[in-house]
C-alpha cells in the first residue's frame, strides 16, 4: 500500500511539474496583461508536435527541440501582437473569446498539418525504468522533474534580480506607474508572451515521450495549467507552480485510489472548491476588488 | 420593433416550409438552428445583460436531454413529465450553484463554470449505467404532446419553431421587466446596482435559472427530436460553441443571440464538406469579430445600417 501511494506520489509529481510549467506561463500572461491566455495549452502541443516532425524529419533532438521552443515562441509573439495588443482594454469576457478564438486557430492548423494520428517522441535517455524504493520510475520523468526545477528556478532568479524582470514584475503591479517610471509596457507584454510560449513549448517536449501527442492534447493540460494558476492565487508565479505540483499529485491519487475516468472531475470540483471558499487561491495574497 | 423582429421570425420560419417543401436542408437544418437559438438567447440572458460569462451552459443542455432520453426510455415516463423533470433538475442545480458560482467574477466565473462543464461531462461519460456512457444511449421515443407524437420531420420542424419564438417572445418580455433593468444595472457596475437598491445576488441567481431552463427544455427537445443522445453534444466545444453564437450576433441583444445561432448552425452545416478546414475557420471568426467588432456581426452592423441611414436623411434635409 504504502509502495503504491509513492508511486502515485511520482507519477504525480511528474505529471505535476509539467501543470506547474503550464500555470507558471498563466501567472506571467496574465500579469503583464491581465489577460488569461486560453491557447496556452495550444503552445505545448505546438512544441511537441513540431518538435516530434523535426526528429521524424531527420533532426538530432537537441536541434529539433531548440527550433520547436523558436517557432512556438514566434506564435506566441504573433499571437501577442495581432490578437492581444488591437484589444487592449477591452472587457475580460472579450478577452477570454480572443485567446478561445485563438486556441480553436492553432488547433484547426494542428489538425491541416498533423491530421489526428497521436505522435511520441524518442525518451530523451532509454526507456529503462529505474525501481526505487517499491516504485518505477522512467527516465524521462526524471527529466521533466530536473527541467521543471531548473526552469522555475530561473524563472525566479529572472523575476527577482534582473532589471528586465523586476520591470516585468512592475507592469503586473500597477501599469500606468509602470509606464510613468519609463518602462516600456508593450516591450513587456511580448517578453511575458514569448517567455510564456518558450515554457508551454518546454513542457510539450519534455512530455512528449510520457504521453502521445496530438492536435488536441493542449485543451486539457492548458486547462490544468489554468487551474494551477488559480489555485496558487492568480498573478504568483510561485504559486502557480505549487498549486501545479498539488493538481498532479491529487490527480494521480485520485486516478489510482478512485478511478482514472474520473481524473478531470475529481482535479476540477477540487479546483470548484477553492473557487468557493478561497477564491484568492491558497498560496495567494488577499486582494479586495476595486470598484 | 421588438413585436417587428418577432414576426419577421414568426413569418420567416412559416414561410421557409412552404417555399421548398421537402426540403432536407430547411427541415432538419432548420430544427437545429431553433434549438440553437433557444441556447442562444437563454445564454445570452446571463452573458449579454447581466454580463456573465458561462462557459459550461452545455451542461444545462445536455441536463435537460440526459433528463427526458433516461426518464422515457429507462422508467417509461411520458415523455413531457420526462421534460418537466428535466427542467426542474436543471433549474435546481442552477439555483444551488448561483450563489457560490455567481460572486466570482471575470476569469474566476470562466473557471468555475467551464470545471462545472466538465465535471458534468464526466458524469455522463463515466455513468455508464444510466446514460450508456461515451457510446451515448439510442431509441428515444418521439415527444409527445398530449396524444400528439411528435414524428416527422415536418411535424418537429413546426413544435422546435413554435419553441423558438415562444423562446424570444420570453426573453424580450424578461429584458424588459423590472429584473431585466435590474440586471442591465449589474452589468453597468455591480456595487451602483446595489446602492440603487437592487438586490443583485437574487437577479444575478434568477437569470442563471432562467437561462439554464431554457437550455434544458431545449435539451429535452434535441433528445427527443434525435432519438439519441451522447455526451459529445455537451462537450465543452459545444459550451464554448454556445458562448460564440452570443457573441457573433451580438450581446445583450436577443435578435442579436438569435442572429448569431442561425449563422454559425447554417456555417456548421455547410461547412460539413471541408470538415478539416472547420475548426480554423470557427476559431478565426471568434477571433476576428472580437478584435474588429466587439459588440458583434449584428449590433455592429444594425448600429453602421442606423447611422448610413441617419446621414442619408441628414443630407436629404440639408439640401
Request: hydrophobic share 60%; proline share 3%.
Amino acid at each position: 500500500m504504502l509502495e503504491q501511494l509513492f508511486q502515485f506520489l511520482v507519477t504525480g509529481i511528474t505529471v505535476g511539474s509539467l501543470y506547474a510549467l503550464v500555470g507558471l506561463g498563466f501567472a506571467l500572461i496574465y500579469n503583464a496583461s491581465d489577460v488569461v491566455n486560453f491557447a496556452q495549452g495550444e503552445f505545448v502541443m505546438l512544441g511537441a508536435m513540431t518538435a516530434i516532425s523535426l526528429v521524424a524529419a531527420g533532426f538530432p533532438l537537441p536541434l529539433a527541440a531548440v527550433v520547436a521552443i523558436l517557432i512556438t515562441i514566434g506564435v506566441g509573439l504573433a499571437l501577442e501582437r495581432f490578437a492581444i495588443e488591437p484589444s487592449l482594454g477591452a472587457s475580460v469576457v472579450t478577452t477570454i473569446i480572443i485567446t478561445i478564438g485563438a486556441a480553436i486557430v492553432l488547433r484547426g492548423v494542428a489538425l491541416l498539418i498533423w491530421g489526428k494520428d497521436f505522435h511520441a517522441l524518442p525518451a530523451f535517455s532509454g526507456d529503462t525504468p529505474i525501481h526505487l524504493g517499491g516504485a518505477t520510475l522512467l527516465p524521462q520523468s526524471l527529466w521533466v522533474m530536473g527541467a521543471a526545477v531548473l526552469l522555475v528556478g530561473l524563472v525566479r532568479a529572472f523575476l527577482n534580480r534582473t532589471l528586465l524582470g523586476k520591470a516585468l514584475l512592475a507592469c503586473s503591479f500597477n501599469r500606468a506607474a509602470a509606464q510613468l517610471v519609463g518602462i516600456n509596457v508593450r516591450v513587456m507584454l511580448r517578453l511575458a508572451y514569448g517567455l510564456s510560449a518558450g515554457l508551454g513549448a518546454i513542457a510539450g517536449i519534455l512530455i512528449a515521450p510520457i504521453t502521445f501527442s496530438s492536435y488536441e492534447a493542449g485543451i486539457m493540460l492548458g486547462l490544468k495549467g489554468f487551474c494551477a494558476a488559480i489555485i496558487g492565487g492568480f498573478g504568483n508565479p510561485m504559486g502557480a507552480v505549487a498549486g501545479g505540483l498539488l493538481l498532479g499529485v491529487l490527480e494521480a491519487l485520485g486516478a489510482g485510489l478512485i478511478s482514472s475516468g474520473y481524473k478531470d472531475a475529481i482535479v476540477f470540483v477540487f479546483v470548484l472548491m477553492v473557487l468557493f471558499f478561497e477564491p484568492t487561491g491558497l498560496f495567494g495574497h488577499k486582494s479586495a476588488d476595486r470598484v | 420593433m421588438r413585436l417587428a423582429g418577432l414576426v419577421v421570425f414568426a413569418v420567416g420560419a412559416a414561410l421557409l416550409p412552404v417555399l421548398f417543401p421537402d426540403n432536407y436542408f430547411v427541415l432538419v437544418v432548420g430544427v437545429s438552428v431553433g434549438l440553437y437559438v433557444i441556447l442562444a438567447v437563454g445564454l445570452n440572458l446571463l452573458m449579454g445583460y447581466a454580463g456573465q460569462i458561462s462557459l459550461g451552459h452545455a451542461a444545462f443542455f445536455g441536463m435537460g436531454a440526459y433528463a427526458s432520453a433516461i426518464l422515457t426510455t429507462r422508467f417509461a415516463w411520458p415523455s413531457l413529465l420526462a421534460m418537466l423533470a428535466g427542467l426542474a433538475l436543471a433549474g435546481l442545480v442552477a439555483w444551488v450553484l448561483a450563489r457560490p458560482i455567481l460572486r466570482l467574477r471575470g476569469h474566476y466565473l470562466a473557471m468555475a463554470t467551464l470545471g462545472f462543464g466538465i465535471v458534468v461531462h464526466v458524469l455522463m461519460v463515466q455513468s455508464v449505467a444510466w446514460t450508456g456512457g461515451p457510446d451515448g444511449m439510442g431509441s428515444i421515443p418521439p415527444l409527445n404532446l398530449l396524444g400528439w407524437s411528435v414524428d416527422t420531420d415536418l411535424r418537429w420542424y413546426g413544435v422546435v419553431a413554435v419553441a423558438m419564438l415562444l423562446a424570444i417572445w420570453l426573453s424580450l418580455n424578461i429584458v424588459d421587466s423590472r429584473i431585466g433593468r435590474a440586471l442591465r444595472a449589474v452589468r453597468g457596475s455591480e456595487f451602483a446596482a446595489q446602492t440603487l437598491g437592487v438586490d443583485t445576488t437574487r437577479a444575478k441567481t434568477q437569470v442563471f435559472v432562467v437561462s439554464a431552463l431554457f437550455a434544458a427544455f431545449a435539451g429535452s427537445l434535441f433528445a427527443h427530436q434525435q432519438a439519441f443522445v451522447s455526451p459529445d453534444s455537451f462537450s465543452l466545444m459545444v459550451s464554448v460553441e454556445l458562448v460564440t453564437m452570443v457573441v457573433l450576433g451580438g450581446m445583450a441583444s436577443t435578435f442579436g443571440a438569435a442572429f448569431g445561432a442561425i449563422t454559425l448552425t447554417v456555417l456548421h452545416e455547410s461547412l460539413v464538406v471541408f470538415e478539416d478546414y472547420e475548426m480554423l475557420i470557427h476559431g478565426a471568426l471568434l477571433m476576428l469579430v472580437m478584435i474588429f467588432l466587439p459588440q458583434g456581426l449584428f449590433v455592429g452592423l444594425s448600429q453602421g445600417a442606423r447611422r448610413a441611414w441617419r446621414a442619408i436623411r441628414f443630407k436629404g434635409i440639408s439640401e
